[in-house]
């Protein structure tokens, strides 16, 4: 079972670094390792058994590696599975209107969830390698896909969900932004 380290650990506040391609065994293996837990953490039964909270989206940082990576996985209101091993992850392209889930965002690193807005973009445009897919792909999301993509991106710079809310006014409504 992987480790989750909390944001008391120094990595989460760090720049993480490129990976270097074609992927190595051992990035693939971490990739795949994350991926499994994620869906693991959605399991209620296996979760409960293994004190494990549900997660949609997991960045190597949170597990003490220091590398550009992350995966998402999760099903849409559609059934769909949502599913992503992304590394070196940039935004190309990014919409003005913003977005921000109305009930907040949580982190599995984040042990207290902090309430608040926590405005981003509506939609990107993503280039990245992916690993599920075993090439370079570039996508386009929107409102909940492009919020959990741009936690994720987050991470690889050190910055948390809670350093966006604004401390002073943490509910404050921005023009051209939408809750979700
Ligand atoms: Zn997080």
Excluded: W
Aim: glycine fraction near 4%.
């Amino acid at each position: 079972m992987l480790k989750i380290y909390d944001d008391s650990s120094k990595t989460l506040h760090e720049i993480c670094d490129n990976v270097s391609l074609p992927l190595s065994k051992e990035d693939e293996v971490v990739l795949l390792k994350m991926l499994d837990y994620l869906k693991k953490s959605q399991d209620e039964e296996y979760a409960e058994k293994h004190h494990m909270r549900s997660g949609v989206g997991l960045a190597a940082p949170q597990i003490g590696i220091k590398k550009r990576m992350f995966v998402i996985y999760y099903q849409d209101e559609n059934n769909e599975i949502i599913q992503y091993a992304l590394v070196n992850p940039k935004i190309i392209a990014n919409s003005t209107k913003l977005c921000a889930l109305e009930g907040g965002e949580g982190c599995l690193s984040v042990n207290e969830d902090k309430k608040g807005f926590v405005y981003r973009y509506y939609k990107i445009t993503m280039k990245a390698f992916d690993l599920l897919k075993n090439k370079e792909i570039t996508f386009t999301a929107t409102g909940y896909k492009a919020i959990v993509l741009q936690h994720e991106l987050d991470h690889l710079n050190g910055i948390l969900y809670y350093d966006r809310i604004n401390k002073n006014n943490p509910f404050e409504r921005k023009n051209n932004s939408e809750l979700i």
